[in-house]
Every structure is written in structure tokens, then in C-alpha cells.
């Protein structure tokens, strides 16, 4: 499986990137990102902090993952697709935002939910 970058939303130059797993030239998995991420309100609203560090993880070392999809053959190397798109992207930590009620999408194995900070 490789991966292969490309831009995404190409009208539109302030969204961000679309990155594509291929298995012989078959695409079998991609991750869109947004460009940036909201991190004082993740720091008001989340224990960030307490999982993230500041000095480890710098507001520029964040992305927040738009759209997620493997086909479930290679679902087994979500793990190792979500690696290479950190690698990629040049991030050190990948944001889902799971709205009220909605289903958590296939790629919870691989993420580390960060508990909701003093209301």
C-alpha cells in the first residue's frame, strides 16, 4: 500500500488536503484534512492539555481529519494509513470531531478519546 497526496477542493485554496492509500494503482482508502484547527477551543472545552502537550505539540503540529474512508478489505491497515497520513501531513495529532448522536466511524481503534474539561 502506498500513499499519495493530492489537494483537494482545487477552487477552493483554503481547504485542505486529500490523502489517498493505493494498493497496484487501486485507490483503497482516503483522508481529507482541514487546514487548520481551532486549538484554544479544543484547550477550553477538552483536557488537550493533559494529553497533548503544549511543548510537544504545537498549534501547527494539529490537523482535523474531514473525511475518513478505507474499503473494508484494508480496513486492517487503517492503523498503518492513518501513520502515513501524520508522516504526510507533517502532524503529530489527527482531530475527529464526533457531533451528538452520530456513530463512531471505524477508525476509533486507533484514536484516543480526550475527555470533556470543567464545564
Do not use: W
Not at 483537494?8 to 483522508?31: K, Q, T, Y
Not at 510537544?56 to 473494508?72: G, K, Q, R, T, W
Not at 494509513?81 to 476509533?108: I, S, T
Amino acid at each position: 500500500m502506498s500513499l499519495t497526496e493530492r489537494h483537494a477542493h482545487l477552487s477552493d485554496p483554503g481547504r485542505g488536503n486529500a490523502l489517498i492509500a493505493l494498493c497496484e494503482g487501486e485507490a483503497v482508502g482516503v483522508c481529507s484534512l482541514a487546514p487548520t484547527v481551532d486549538i484554544p477551543l479544543l484547550r477550553a472545552n477538552f483536557e488537550l492539555d493533559a494529553h497533548l502537550p503544549p511543548s510537544s505539540y504545537p498549534a501547527d503540529a494539529h490537523a482535523e481529519i474531514e473525511l475518513f474512508v478505507m474499503n473494508p478489505i484494508f480496513e486492517r491497515r487503517a492503523g498503518a494509513f492513518l501513520a502515513g497520513v501524520l508522516r504526510v501531513a507533517g502532524k503529530g495529532c489527527l482531530h475527529y470531531a464526533l457531533l451528538p448522536g452520530q456513530p463512531a466511524p471505524d477508525l476509533l481503534p486507533f484514536t484516543a478519546q480526550v475527555s470533556e474539561g470543567p464545564a
